[in-house]
Nanobody, 124 residues
């Protein structure tokens, strides 16, 4: 079973940047990897996903042009570069993995494994 650990969260001012990392205990080359976030009182929502080889990326409309997802399969790590952060980006950010076959990138239920989450707080 793959274990995922997120890191890189913190407190940042609006307009600032953070880079989140998701380190896996095992190989991730056969998994689509995704980032989701959950703010207090809200459901977990899709942020971004990346195909197994990194050749295709997907983003929620709310983060397009500001966030960039990437992966390094040799390091078993996925990243989320977040620029031009806004207060509404404040949430716990979770890394998830799902099989490359079937599933839906933006659907929480498609993902089998999750990290513990890392808090991102954007102040105004």
């Amino acid at each position: 079973q793959v274990q995922l650990v997120e890191s890189g969260g913190g407190l940042v001012q609006a307009g600032g940047s953070l880079r989140l990392s998701c380190a896996a205990s095992g190989r991730i080359s056969s998994y689509v990897m995704g980032w989701f976030r959950q703010a207090p009182g809200k459901e977990r929502e899709f942020v971004s996903a990346i195909s197994t080889s990194g050749g295709s990326t997907y983003y929620a409309d709310s983060v397009k042009g500001r966030f960039t997802i990437s992966r390094d399969n040799a390091k078993n790590t996925v990243y989320l570069q977040m620029n031009s952060l806004k207060p509404e980006d404040t949430a716990v950010y979770y890394c998830g993995s799902r099989p490359y076959y079937g599933g839906t990138n933006s659907y929480v239920g498609s993902y089998d494994y999750w990290g513990q989450g890392t808090q991102v707080t954007v102040s105004s």
